[in-house]
């Protein structure tokens, strides 16, 4: 809090003309002031807030700079639908009309709005950066039916072998089969889990099923029909764990891999700037 006052009182000091008929008060008020202070809390992330303060100088003074930080300022909040929305209404008369479509193009491919994105590709100028947003949701979405030279030239030279690792997972993911999984549970019980990498769960799996069995059956040799059928159940039980647990297994495993996927996919587009680039706003 005490920061923030003191950044009103300095840009109100530093703003206000010695000559001015204005008294410091309505100086505060005036949109130099109130401009400056959004500045001020946009390059310091406060993006709520200056949004805030930016609504209230276009009030007075339209301008493509304000409008153009607000949907910046939504985006860079993880509001993306919103963005969209705001970036789509920049017009062809705008400074920022070219950053806008391509802020608008971002948003829509981080809020998974994949179908409008390539849309809008299809009427587009189809300049490189949109060319690369374009290609870069199908990574997000499906089996890409891009061919890979042309996806891998739509960038940069230095990304391409990091690009190309992530369109051949996403063209041919390694993913596990649920239906393998089962049946070799059903043959030899744990085996389901071993196939995933669980070998603890295997090994448990196995050793549990192998030893209640035996007790059935070393039961039933000695006569005690009670404690075989016991064990047997317990043993079933064991087994049925065993083939419902690798195909779950799977399902599991399945889905690390995709989140493993998209968490370094994202990791590896942020490090690249492609979702926060630098206009040198706050420089």
């Given at each position: ?36 202070f ?9 993006y ?10 276009l ?40 950053q ?6 971002k ?5 998974g ?16 950066e ?119 297994g ?34």
């Amino acid at each position: 809090m005490k920061i923030f006052l003191s950044a009103i009182i300095l840009v109100s000091f530093n703003s206000f003309p010695q000559d001015s008929t204005l008294n410091p008060l309505q100086y505060f008020h005036s949109p130099i002031s109130i401009k400056k202070f959004a500045d001020f809390l946009f390059c310091e992330e406060d993006y709520l807030r200056s949004i805030d303060e930016y609504k209230k100088y276009l009030k007075t003074f339209p301008g493509d700079t304000a409008e153009f930080k607000i949907g910046l300022a939504l985006s860079r909040m993880k509001k993306f639908d919103e963005a969209a929305e705001y970036f789509s209404k920049t017009g062809e008369k705008s400074s920022f009309y070219i950053q806008s479509e391509i802020e608008y193009n971002k948003a829509l491919l981080q809020s998974g709005d994949y179908n409008l994105l390539r849309k809008n590709y299809t009427g587009s100028s189809r300049s490189s950066e949109l060319t690369r947003l374009n290609y870069i949701s199908y990574l997000y979405s499906d089996k890409i039916t891009i061919p890979e030279k042309e996806f891998l030239y739509s960038f940069p030279e230095d990304s391409r072998n990091k690009m190309k690792n992530f369109y051949e997972w996403s063209n041919d993911p390694p993913l596990k089969s649920e239906l393998t999984a089962v049946f070799l549970s059903l043959i030899i019980p744990g085996t389901g889990k071993f196939y995933i990498g669980e070998y603890g769960d295997g090994i448990a799996a196995f050793a549990s099923t192998l030893l209640f069995g035996y007790l059935s059956y070393d039961n039933f040799n000695a006569g005690h029909q009670f404690r075989g059928w016991l064990f047997a159940g317990i043993s079933a039980f064991f087994y049925a764990g065993s083939i419902y647990g690798s195909a779950a297994g799977v399902q599991i495993y399945n889905a690390k891999l995709y989140f493993d996927f998209y968490n370094g996919l994202n990791l590896y587009l942020d490090q690249q700037n492609y979702f926060l680039p630098d206009y040198d706003f706050c420089k």
